[in-house]
C-alpha cells in the first residue's frame, strides 16, 4: 500500500508554522490555523479537505506529490 508520507511534509517545510505560512499565504480566506496543522502533525495525518489544499502548497514549492508517497511495506 502506498500512503502519504506526512512526517515528510513537515520536514520539507520546516514544521507545522512552514507548512501554515505556505497555507496562508495561498489560501488566506480558508481558515487555516497553528493548532490545526500541529495536530495534523502530531498524528501524522493530514484530513481529506485539507490534504487538497497541502497538495497545492507541494506544487507551488516546485515539488511533485509522488515524492510525499511511501510504502510502508517496502522495509518490512
Known amino acids: 500500500m502506498v500512503v502519504f508520507d ?3 511534509v513537515f520536514e520539507v517545510f520546516g514544521g507545522p508554522k512552514g507548512l501554515l505560512e505556505a ?7 480558508d481558515g487555516f490555523n497553528y493548532n490545526q496543522v500541529q495536530m495534523w502533525s502530531q498524528r501524522r ?3 481529506p ?3 487538497a489544499c497541502v497538495l497545492y502548497v507541494i506544487n507551488k514549492k516546485g515539488l511533485h506529490f ?3 508517497l ?3 511495506d517496502e522495509f518490512a
Open 49 to 51: 479537505k485539507p490534504l
Open 66 to 68: 509522488a515524492e510525499f
Open 23 to 29: 497555507l496562508i499565504q495561498h489560501f488566506p480566506l
Open 6 to 8: 506526512v512526517p515528510y
Open 70 to 72: 511511501t510504502d510502508p
Open 45 to 47: 495525518a493530514i484530513p
